[in-house]
């Protein structure tokens, strides 16, 4: 650092593409990591006895409410109105789950 030669005050514009960038970076994390969460709510009523078929039900709405959850936290961060027809996807996982678990 040299006192004789302050930092350049940042261009407006430069600072919101950044921002623009770090809102896309962690609605990527948060979509992947919640995707991850509800495939293995999905094995894990698939990993649980057939005897306990209200547990397998439980963990699969509760991967597909996860997700749910995902798509309106990255609406959120990424300042958009939060009800979209992108929530629909999250009955994606309760067919998929109820077709793994329960009707394969």
């Known amino acids: 650092m040299d006192p004789d030669a302050p930092r350049k005050v940042a261009d407006p514009k430069d600072l919101e593409r950044l921002h623009r960038v770090q809102r896309r970076v962690v609605s990527v994390l948060i979509i992947t990591t919640l995707i991850h969460l ?7 009523a698939d990993a649980i006895s057939d005897d306990k078929r209200g547990a ?20 959120g961060i990424n300042r958009k109105p939060i009800p979209t027809w992108w929530m629909l996807t999250g009955l994606v996982p309760v067919a998929l789950g ?6 394969r």
């Open 38 to 44: 509800t495939i293995g709510l999905i094995l894990a």
């Open 56 to 75: 397998q039900l439980g963990l699969i709405l509760l991967g597909s409410a996860f997700h749910v959850v995902g798509v309106a936290a990255v609406r």
């Open 98 to 103: 109820v077709w793994w678990v329960i009707l």
